[in-house]
């Protein structure tokens, strides 16, 4: 269990498969720091599809979830931690039973995600977001769920482009026009 610190920058995380949580990243319990990244079709037969996290110190900056499967909850990112999310996107992620496309926030030890600046969209079976307990989902601001789920007002379409190559260090959603 963890101890340590993960970083990781300027990365993609691709076409991983595990049987069991985590199919990008399985992250129990370090201290982790994410920026700059894509994490894209991760399949887990179990939860977390892109990446599952418990760390009590975690924050996601700048980063791409799109593609990532679960066999269950939280299809991008099953967060069982406390998490900081800022301009972060989510889309095309797909939760195969209980919810949570994009975001699954469980409620067991440290449940809060803040969001800032995050689009969560275009989730397949379930909802762009679920809270599995009475853990918050804080809305910190700038954010839009397609969906208006995890008590989030700001909806609708955000009418992201496919994942591509638009200039920076990692594949990336362009917004279209309008």
């Keep these: 269990w963890g101890s340590g610190r993960i970083t990781i920058t300027y990365s993609t995380i691709s076409n991983n498969y595990i049987r069991g949580a985590g199919g990008g990243l399985n992250n129990d319990g370090d201290s982790l720091y994410i920026a700059n990244s894509t994490f ?3 399949t887990a037969t179990g939860i977390a599809g892109g990446l599952y996290n418990s760390s009590t110190a975690a924050a996601i900056v700048n980063t791409t979830f799109f593609g ?5 909850r939280g299809g991008g990112l099953f967060n069982d931690g406390n998490l900081t ?19 699954y926030n469980n409620w067991t030890f ?6 800032y600046n995050t689009i969560v969209a275009n ?6 977001c679920v809270r599995g307990g009475p853990g918050p989902v804080v809305n910190g601001g700038g954010n839009l769920i397609e969906d208006g789920s995890c008590g989030f007002a700001v909806g609708g379409d955000p009418a992201l482009a496919a994942l591509a190559d638009n200039g920076g260090g990692t594949h990336t959603h362009a917004l279209q026009p309008g």
């Design 85 to 103: 999310l800022t301009h972060v996107t989510f889309s095309g992620n797909r939760a195969a039973s209980s919810g949570g496309g994009g975001i």
């Design 68 to 72: 990532n499967q679960s066999g269950d």
């Design 40 to 42: 894209s079709d991760n």
């Design 123 to 128: 989730s397949t079976n379930g909802a762009d």
């Design 110 to 115: 440290y449940p809060a995600v803040t969001l």
